[in-house]
């Protein structure tokens, strides 16, 4: 199983970013995912999860209604959708996969595969 995580880089506030976690040994028909992120000098913070039907997605505080999580599985691909970013949102993220959906979400130590994170900086 792998993750791969991509799509960061420097973005303005108010603007936005796409990540994307391109996944091998990982059907994200068959598999709950999700991302995490990591502040410079921070524990790690729980974002978005993703049910495996995909029906049930769930989004920490500090990112709801600003973020999306979706999937395709034809491609394989778990998406981060980032609108209206703030200086918080900068962060490592994180990709992570499970086969079942962890409860809470929040609680990183439940999810099985963690990908290589993608640096998001958000700054004027």
């Known amino acids: 199983v792998q993750l791969q995580a991509s799509g960061g880089g420097l973005v303005q506030p108010g603007g936005s970013l796409r990540l994307t976690c391109a996944t091998s040994g990982v059907t994200p028909d068959h598999y709950a995912t999700g991302w995490f992120r990591q502040a410079p000098g921070k524990a790690r913070e729980f974002v978005a999860a993703?049910?495996?039907?995909?029906?049930?997605?769930i989004y920490s505080d500090s990112v709801k209604g600003r973020f999306t999580i979706s999937k395709d599985s034809a491609k394989n691909t778990v998406y981060l959708q980032m609108n209206n970013v703030e200086p918080e949102d900068t962060a490592v993220y994180y990709c992570v996969a499970d086969p079942n959906l962890p409860k809470p979400p929040g609680w990183s130590k439940a999810w099985d595969y963690w990908g290589r994170g993608t640096l998001v900086t958000v700054s004027s």
């Open positions: 993703v049910s495996r039907s995909g029906g049930n997605a």
